[in-house]
């Protein structure tokens, strides 16, 4: 069932893959780098026998793929064996772990996840329990929504400010917590609502209990739109709306804000396929598929070196010369990171005879970094982090380029503006990062 | 180059792939079952040097995977090393297998192919050069696109009814031979024009000659049609129409045939969408996207035996629960074969609120086996093969469906009506097949 | 180099093998499952880049072949990156566990080896440097030879009782350490002196320093004798003696101790060749090749289920029989664990017309537990454990069988009689170990 | 059991393995690159089910490792399928390779093997039965143990003047052929006789009949010495003497023709083993091992670039110093062929301080090439090819080299002198190989 649960939510992290299984006395691990289907085959998944399992797929960062930070993370402590699985990054973490080392704790990873276990295997935690729990909680900056499992129980905990998502579902009489609700589709669970920022949910034999970390003082969420703008798959519902409503919303703000006059409306795919929907109804302009995407895309792909003559070639996308010949063209998509991409099938687009190319982005410029769990490019490489938008258009070679605002994406989304982060658009960041900031412009001059 | 190629064209085959490489002097060769991305790494790619190549992926039946079977077939006969990639099927095929066979040939794979090297390796043909090649194909019956390969030069050879699709494309100074313009878009190629029926095209260091084996006689081209539905990527260019259109107008045809009240039209991802704005824009009800599709969809996935309570899981779409909740749904679709995947679609669609639930079909009920290369199940597995619509709606748990007629189908395409091959779906073929359809009808009963 | 080392020691240790390189500036690792062939390829080594090198092949334990466990392990502590490799067998090692669990240490992996990280890395110890190592060295209980790396030094320590060879080489400048000296010899180093008993040794870019952890106080050496009877290579020099010339004499004892009117003595190759030697010197009675190697004897071979009605096969070995019918045969072999596979053999020498057969075993019956470092299987499974001489002869189905004195053994060795341990034939065990052999009856009992 | 007697046969060819099997009805095949064990796992050979089986190890030649040359090779003929494989080399094969070609036939691999099938499948060969297959034995000239496997039933054929070796056995009612009797020895059969030179052996389901395809006229044998000095395993029967046995003769005779004063004899190990024995004891000089191996010697040691320093190591053998230390040392081995592997040994030997080193080896010097199934390397890389005994001692850095003669040879088995091929030695060759010859001088320029 988890295994199921993790190849739905795939597109969260492909780097690495596992899973925890707890059969009331002793937990078993397999964890492995690469997709899902990579790390389990038929032995490895019976191997995991039990009654209660978390999983994780590691999103990776660009250098090191290392399988010692592949998660769940398994190890012994005082209380027996735990496991935990953590989406999310935690700020001001080297401290706490520069503190931890002065006192004689050793480090396998170079991961967040190993310091909370470390925090919560000291005797002074423990000794409180629950208590204990919600004091290694408030001590901890950043996004992190975790899942803990022992030989007997399950425990779910999400930070006081819920940058990222966690859902509970149910199936029959059991519990299943996941990321996004696609995952519950897969195995038929029922969402039931989403884990509140700051919670903690114990799950045991007895059933489900719940705490809040947060106790009184009320904490603003900032929950992060970039996963409703790109991360989530859009057949989920995340921070309370459908993902894809969200977009097809986008769409239609960025037809209002942008508006141009064109023959067809074209995504793509399957990133921009959402927005176009709500850009084409919101401006009547007919939409039309304009690139096809080739399904056989992976990992392994080579570009073999004597093929110099044909580098830089798409192997993702093709172009339907027919949509676009003679035609002014609307591309919509969902973000642009580096621009290299776009660019090229900007040049495919106007190479097939496309008369105008606009391009429309359901967000604004990606301008600055994010400290809670999307790895972004460093400034240099972020297209926009130093052009203007005529500099991006020029960059992009577009007859127009069009971003939308960060209020049309706040009223896309359902909840109170105010419990949404937009850091990485508007540089507001919820809590004091200067100490980051500057040292992410220190990489930069690098 | 050639890799590239195949990579674009995966879709028709997924069974094995191969290339063979000419350097001027001999042949080298890399067959493999699997994937073009499984077969090829960059040491196997360097190891094939030479300036001229063919390749191929199989397009597997049911049973045997061997990798015997794999192409392009690379052989010695008297004129040195040969190498053939054949894509269709002979009819009559056996009877010249076992008149070689009485004559001491010997047999390595059971494929239609090695039959065409061995009428080729003939030294009454050889001896006849040019005519001789001419002589066997008007011997041979059936479909058969061909490439062939010595060290010298490059032979392209299509049917002539020109059953499977066959182009010409241009890089440089350099000729390039697909099935489909898709892969000359990935190298680059420009497409010149189609290979005609009937044709026999030598490519050499003189550059390329062509010739016709029907000569005088005028023989009717006999297109396959379910290309243009199904089987061809919708980027590409086939007997001359682009396969994207051709869908959107079977998708407008479609809605003139079979109208219905409805508030949103949906496609089944990817097979449908072309035929879905068709449909939409004729219909004028709004197009959405009910289904979202996991990328990462492969063979490798494996569905636990102990996932019980979880089988028949449809890991490949989910649906969007906004989009149909409600609401009187119209599912556009581009065939149904055996029909139980569309069924557990349709349960899914119900499950999530679905009001009604119309399924269109942008082709005829699928009724009858192909001869010419289409690799359908047999009768007892096509679901239309002895069900009236009724019976078909029924089976599928519609409130209605609709499946395109013959003439919409002839009317979405530009040639003659008397030029496409419509077998499958009106058992009318061009050849006396009462033989094998008495073989095929002996199948089912077992 | 390292890759070397460990390739050359492969019989140390068959279930994983790991490198951990310096650059000076940080440290490197690579560590998987399997020979060392199987976890290093080329790429691999490349990127294993640095000037400072320690590596480790792992010893598998029946059960848990977990790639946590496989060596060196490498971690984080307050002074930077540190690696180690470990062979030997901590006792009491659990208590010191439980300790440092219930001041909210985590442990990662099951080794003794974390364990000792864990001791290094405690402020107390850092804060005094080369005498906390000592400290740490001093609160250790059992078998240990040790080397670390930093990304500034390697550190060698030998336990007091010195039970694992550890040397010391030097290749140019540069100084090697291993557990036998045919590492050096592949990596054509020179073979300098042991590391001795209670040593540490200190390598840095200043080159070797030394001192000693047992300070004044003279601790009583127990060097492993299984070393020279069964586990190192034949060309090795293990404390002091060449391994091979060591076997020889253990044969000559063995021809005196146990003599026996015979044909011809044989060997089972190659774990009985050397004393085989002696024997057939010592006894004037003529060697010669009963048995013959099948070369590609390793891990794969599987034993196809249909196989029936060759189950117990023997892969390994082949009689020659010519060279045993009709005939009285001796067969040496270096030890007995648990009997079955000896048994085989016995009765094919038996099945190929050996009138008698006479086997002498170069050491005592193998009766205790080893707590040390070496996997014997538990006392059920070991044919020694509760069978007197007759009862050993019954099993193996022999004419006559002789195992050689713990005099004969001590008398082979060129060291003083009490620096060697002998506990596994003995049950005198230099240490008290009551409580573990109190668990390890505890186990034989389940 | 198939896959047990190719195991047993390992060492007669490490490039390919496969199994034919037949169940009554039809045959079933699988062949790949590599070990028997890298070709065969628990489902390929569970797929292979059936009653006969044949089975075949390649013995690889330096260039073109092609999956397409593994045999057994399965095709279809106009009697249905029929598998073959080949121990042998055919001469003049081109020729009769060449005339098929110019009658249209069409050939897969380069195998001489393929040509038999042709030859057998020719409809004036079928149509006279068993007198046809005779008919094929007459028109081949060189060398060929063959094993032919239809649905019904299995032919076993050697070669009229009996090249190499082929053997009959039985277990419990059922027949087993093999190159070797090491391979009954594994499945538990009991040798019979050997096929002999000429003889046609079918077995079917009435059991065994023989024919001889020399009819009246008597062929005189020539049965290559190279099996018994080099090739087989010592522990097979080959042409009716133990393999080991022989070689201990080769040894004594050895020390005959070139006694030297020395104080031990060493052995390269495996190879030398059996000579060693004999040279020992019929020169009274006492035996020791000088050289150790190392067990995990196979094909994926990579040497590592940056190792440039210890470039050349030995991973296979080393030397024990006290062995050779200040000794006069006496190496045998059974054959040199390159020459270099054998001088990096005595070079070993000299720096661990052998005071002389004499090489001895159990045949004559390897001059000339083997038609006839044996791959020596082209004259230039032979290093007896021309150099005397002279420049043989001096290219080795000897004290002193003997090499065994013809004689000694010839006095070493128990057959005619006269029945035994001697080519690669003398020069004399049974059949016209003029052609071959300067073909192969043709190569030795290039």
């Known amino acids: 069932m988890t295994y199921f649960g993790l190849y739905a939510q795939q597109h969260r992290g492909e780097e690495a893959a596992g899973i925890v299984v707890s059969d009331g006395r002793t937990l078993a691990s397999r964890?492995?780098?690469?997709?899902?289907?990579?790390?389990?085959?038929?032995?490895?998944?019976?191997r995991l026998k039990g009654h209660?399992?978390?999983?994780?797929?590691?999103?990776g960062t660009a250098g090191g793929s290392d399988v010692k930070n592949a998660q769940p993370l398994l190890v012994d402590y005082s209380g027996g064996p735990i496991a935990i699985a953590h989406n999310g990054n935690l700020v001001e973490a080297d401290a706490i772990r520069d503190e931890f080392e002065a006192h004689?704790?050793?480090?396998?990873?170079?991961?967040?996840?190993?310091?909370?276990?470390?925090?919560l295997a000291k005797p002074?935690?423990?000794?409180?329990?629950?208590?204990?729990?919600?004091?290694?909680?408030?001590?901890?900056?950043?996004?992190?929504?975790?899942?803990?499992?022992?030989?007997?129980?399950?425990i779910a905990v999400r930070d006081p400010q819920g940058f990222r998502p966690l859902v509970l579902g149910k199936l029959g009489h059991s519990w299943v917590v996941a990321s996004e609700t696609c995952a519950l589709d897969l195995v038929k669970a029922?969402?039931?609502?989403?884990?509140?920022?700051?919670?903690?949910?114990?799950i045991d034999e007895n059933g489900l209990t719940s705490e809040s970390c947060v106790g009184e003082k009320r904490v603003r969420p900032h929950q992060c739109l970039f996963e409703q703008?790109?991360?989530?798959r859009p057949d989920s519902v995340v921070f309370g709306d459908t993902v894809h409503e969200v977009r097809v919303m986008l769409g239609r703000h960025l037809a209002r804000e942008h508006p141009v006059s064109a023959d067809v409306v074209i995504s793509v795919p399957d990133s921009g396929n959402s927005a176009?929907?709500?850009?084409?109804?919101?401006?009547?302009?007919p939409e039309d598929r304009g690139f096809i995407r080739n399904h056989y895309v992976g990992r392994t792909f080579i570009q073999p070196q004597q093929a110099d003559r044909i580098t830089g070639v798409d192997v993702k996308l093709n172009v339907v010369r027919t949509v676009v010949k003679g035609r002014r063209v609307i591309v919509v998509d969902d973000s642009i990171i580096r621009g290299t991409t776009s660019r090229g099938r900007i040049r495919m687009l106007r190479k097939c005879g496309a008369r105008e190319i606009h391009m429309r982005i359901s967000c604004p410029p990606t301008r600055?970094?994010?400290?809670?769990g999307i790895d972004f490019p460093t400034t240099t490489e972020l297209l926009a982090a130093e052009r203007d938008i005529e500099g991006l258009r020029k960059f992009l070679e577009l007859d127009s380029v069009g971003y939308l605002s960060i209020e049309g994406l706040l009223s896309s989304v359902s909840g109170p503006k105010e419990n949404y982060c937009t850091a990485c658009w508007s540089g507001e960041y919820c809590v004091n990062v200067d100490r980051h900031l500057g040292r992410f412009k220190a990489k930069r001059k690098r």
């Open 31 to 46: 964890v492995g780098l690469g997709h899902v289907t990579d790390v389990f085959n038929e032995p490895a998944l019976a």
């Open 190 to 202: 029922r969402y039931v609502r989403d884990v509140a920022p700051g919670e903690i949910v114990f």
């Open 229 to 232: 703008v790109y991360f989530a």
């Open 124 to 154: 002074s935690v423990l000794m409180r329990g629950r208590e204990g729990v919600k004091e290694v909680m408030a001590a901890l900056k950043g996004a992190y929504s975790l899942l803990l499992l022992t030989a007997e129980q399950m």
């Open 52 to 59: 209660a399992a978390i999983g994780h797929v590691r999103y």
């Open 276 to 285: 176009t929907i709500g850009y084409a109804r919101e401006s009547g302009i």
């Open 368 to 372: 600055f970094p994010c400290f809670y």
């Open 104 to 119: 004689g704790s050793i480090f396998h990873t170079t991961t967040d996840t190993e310091l909370i276990i470390h925090m």
